[in-house]
């Protein structure tokens, strides 16, 4: 493969938010494109003017964005095969239609609504296999002239109907399809504007691109793909069409397996890095064993050769562990800079975050996903009186027995009171010492203190979080608890 020549596209159409599915081909776009040094495209495949939805290009570059899988042309940036957009290169369609009509491999059909309508219904009953019944296929030139007169019409492609065309795939090999069985598609609308057939061949010539990688849902439009590089005397680009992604039920993946748009993993707290490594997995892979790549090994490693044909299997929890690898491979600044939104959005207002880097490494083995910070942070930004219940703070050492943890709770009040010096050793040594002293078991003692000072049975290691919080917020918490202590639960 010649380096400088990969030239990949990803053809999204802009009827929706980016889902995982069809956001992993980017992903294989990109990395061919990046290991030969080769270009990623990004076009807009907009033709389907009734399904556009606004707003969802700008989605779907945000996504990309979010990803860090940057592109060498695109409609925002432009490029020397400008527009990149469908919608801004109608005539580039018209004129491959045209050229096709004057060759007589395409031809105008004016057969109306209704009548398509009925040539189903009848090929139902008759359970023919559906299709377009070439019916305008043979008229003469007076007959198109004075059919014209009422409307455009449609063009339509003349399918050759003998013979069989062929794919090359580079992951299948030849896969042949019978063009008796590919009825005459339409090229382009009434409405002017090209079908995705008609517009992805065109502008993947235009746009000079190497390697079309597409779900396989798309290899049955292959032969008609191929049959219009046939006919407009073109050379195919290698076509790579990758298995879908399955749900563990072997459906076809979709919202009930836990797949959802890009927009929506990020908001989950998926970190891009793990989300792109994971899908990196869904039908490619570097060798038996390697599942935890960074962008760059990814890029090294990527080849066509990879990409598998056994279905690629989404698994939520796998996702989840693998998130939960990149979060503890963060360094604990760039953590908590990451959590810094929803700990910002639970506390109300904007928070210092220096203070919890102490801790965070013992936090960033405890949370798969970001949001979770919030569990093992809010408390130390907490003004006011901490939620909390006299039974949990009790626990199961003093259960029933709020007189008793009262009495636990003014002895580490004492302690804490005097301890010479703040640090997570020396409040560990002390408390300790302290539950020795009182002959009872160091959990029972020290689940009061965790409830009154975080509120919250499970929380970040004690001793680091009495550290960070400090001498005055850890008594005045205390104090507090053991004022709800002397008086029962409300
Ligand atoms: N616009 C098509 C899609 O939505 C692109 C298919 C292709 O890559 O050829 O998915």
Redesign the pocket.
């Given at each position: 493969m010649s380096d400088s020549a990969v030239r990949v596209?990803?053809?999204?159409?802009p009827?929706g938010e980016p889902h995982i599915g069809?956001i992993r081909?980017a992903l294989f776009d990109w990395l061919l494109a990046r290991r030969h040094g080769g270009q990623f495209i990004v076009r807009i495949?907009d033709t389907d003017q009734a399904r556009r939805v606004e707003g969802a290009e700008e989605g779907i570059l945000e996504a990309l964005r979010w990803l860090g899988l940057d592109w060498d042309e695109g409609p925002d940036i432009g490029g020397p095969h400008a527009p990149y957009r469908q919608s801004e290169r109608l005539p580039l369609y018209r004129e491959a239609a045209e050229r096709l009509v004057a060759a007589g491999k395409a031809y105008r059909c004016f057969c109306s609504p209704d009548r398509l309508d009925a040539v189903r219904k009848a090929q139902q009953q008759q359970k023919l296999a559906p299709g377009y019944d070439r019916h305008c296929r043979n008229l003469t030139p007076e007959q198109v002239d004075a059919a014209a007169a009422d409307g455009p019409g449609v063009v339509r492609f003349a399918m050759p109907r003998e013979g069989t065309t062929v794919v090359e795939d580079a992951l299948r090999g030849a896969v042949e399809f019978r063009n008796e069985l590919l009825d005459d598609h339409v090229l382009l609308k009434r409405d002017g504007f090209p079908t995705?057939h008609l517009a992805?061949v065109v502008d993947?010539r235009e746009m000079r691109i190497s390697h079309?990688?597409?779900?396989e849902e798309?290899l049955p439009?292959a032969p008609r793909h191929v049959a219009q590089y046939e006919a407009l005397g073109w050379a195919p680009p290698i076509w790579v069409h990758v298995p879908i992604i399955r749900g563990a039920d072997k459906g076809k993946l979709s919202k009930r397996h836990g797949a959802t748009s890009v927009r929506a993993y990020a908001e989950q707290g998926f970190l891009p890095e793990a989300l792109l490594n994971f899908m990196a997995l869904l039908g490619w892979s570097k060798d038996e064993s390697t599942t935890i790549m960074s962008r760059a090994e990814m890029v090294e490693a990527f080849s066509i050769e990879g990409l598998g044909l056994a279905s690629a299997m989404f698994d939520l929890e796998r996702l989840s562990e693998m998130n939960a690898r990149y979060i503890r491979a963060l360094s604990p600044a760039n953590f908590l800079e990451r959590g810094r939104p929803w700990l910002e959005a639970a506390v109300g207002r904007e928070v210092d975050l220096g203070r919890l880097l102490p801790l965070a490494p013992s936090i960033q083995e405890r949370v798969k996903l970001l949001p979770e910070l919030v569990d093992y942070a809010d408390f130390f930004y907490a003004e006011g009186a901490l939620e909390y219940s006299n039974e949990e703070l009790m626990g199961r050492g003093y259960r029933g027995k709020p007189w008793a943890a009262l009495e636990a709770l003014e002895a580490a009040l004492r302690l804490l009171r005097g301890l010479e010096g703040w640090d997570a050793a020396g409040l560990e040594a002390g408390l300790r010492g302290l539950a020795e002293e009182r002959g009872e078991k160091p959990g029972a003692l020290f689940t009061p203190v965790r409830v009154a000072v975080t509120g919250k049975r499970i929380a970040p290691p004690l001793f680091e979080t009495l550290e960070v919080l400090g001498r005055e917020a850890t008594v005045g918490r205390l104090n507090a608890a053991a004022e709800r202590l002397a008086r029962p639960d409300d």
């Open positions: 596209r990803y053809g999204p159409s009827t069809n081909t495949e995705y992805s993947d079309v990688i597409r779900g798309w439009s």
